[in-house]
């Protein structure tokens, strides 16, 4: 039989797992008695958890929410979906980046050595707003060793899965060498997950779907980060993905609003906060009217930067707003 404290574990982690539990199946997952399996469950109560007794031919029991938030108990994946969800947080734009940061902060501090290294090392980049589209889970064991090469700065050689094609089958895939690369960033885009590294035998900048690598190991030298294009991750991604900087055109502007409230509309666009209640917004589209009255859709005041194509479109749209209106 485990000791108390262990099997204090097991039993917390079993209600966690599903609603209602009877009480001899507790007794048997446990090897223990159902008279164990009572005092365990009042040793938790005292503790502050929520445990209710529910009816049945042998009784069981639920683990309710309560009024006060009891310790929880996380296994190592969990831990690591936690930091992955508090860190995507901080960067959401929907007011709660403060507590996300104090909520990663309190969660790493109670985790044992082991685990707080891994999420330490678990960087990742929330950019633009995510899709809506289902989209291929990427393993979190994958993304935690995305995320350990590249704040360690070694070179991480991996298998790369082709796009699925007809006409492609598993031996021709079974060809393709590992890539090597240089790992810059872990980012997420569109619902997706996403490693920026400097591929080394194309000498190139590359962006790799997260859920189609397999790392290998060990990994290599360590190396000295390169400069994105640009400088900043969230430009190289947009550009990349959304092809912001091949629009036809492509306006700055200042709004009145503050960046986390432009940030979650604007997944093809750069968002820099300039105070409180200040951004700058750069955005591209199709033509200069459309990319007015995208700009137009936000309720505030506009400052037109540049350049002058943009201003021309907004003076066209307001005469065409003030017809509509007078008509």
């Not at 039989?1 to 539990?21: F, G, K, V």
């Not at 049945?56 to 006060?68: F, H, Q, T, V």
């Not at 994946?77 to 969800?85: D, F, G, K, P, T």
């Not at 190289?236 to 036809?248: A, E, K, L, N």
Request: charge should be positive; aromatic fraction near 6%.
């Amino acid at each position: 039989m485990p000791n108390t404290s262990a099997r204090l574990l097991s039993l917390l982690s079993l209600l966690q797992a599903r609603r209602d539990w009877p009480g001899t199946l507790l007794a048997e997952r446990l090897a223990v008695s159902p008279r164990t399996v009572r005092r365990d469950v009042d040793r938790l109560r005292e503790l502050g958890y929520p445990i209710r007794a529910t009816k049945g031919p042998d009784g069981g029991y639920r683990l309710d929410a309560g009024r006060e938030l009891p310790p929880l108990l996380f296994d190592d994946e969990q831990a690591v979906a936690l930091a992955v969800a508090l860190q995507i947080a901080t960067t959401a734009g929907a007011g709660i980046e403060e507590a996300a940061k104090r909520a990663l902060t309190t969660v790493r501090q109670v985790m044992p050595a082991r685990l707080r290294h891994r999420i330490d090392t678990l960087q990742v980049t929330a950019v633009g707003r995510p899709g809506t589209r289902s989209n291929p889970q990427a393993d979190s064991a994958v993304l935690v060793a995305l995320s350990a090469a590249v704040h360690a700065r070694e070179v991480l050689r991996f298998d790369y899965a082709p796009a699925l094609r007809e006409g492609v089958g598993d031996d021709r895939r079974a060809e393709i060498p590992p890539r090597r690369v240089q790992p810059h960033h872990v980012v997420t885009w569109g619902g997706r997950w996403y490693l920026v590294a400097w591929d080394l035998d194309r000498g190139d900048w590359r962006t790799f779907r997260a859920d189609r690598i397999t790392p290998r190991t060990p990994t290599g030298p360590r190396f000295t980060p390169r400069e994105l294009p640009g400088g900043d991750v969230a430009a190289y991604v947009v550009s990349r993905f959304q092809g912001s900087g091949d629009w036809p055109c492509r306006g700055e502007v200042i709004l009145d609003l503050p960046a986390e409230a432009v940030s979650p509309y604007t997944s093809d666009g750069l968002v820099e906060a300039l105070g409180p209640d200040r951004c700058r917004l750069v955005l591209g589209s199709w033509s200069w009217p459309s990319l007015a009255a995208s700009i137009g859709r936000f309720d505030a005041d506009i400052e037109v930067v540049g350049p002058a194509e943009l201003k021309d479109a907004f003076a066209h749209l307001a005469h065409r707003y003030a017809h509509a209106a007078a008509g």
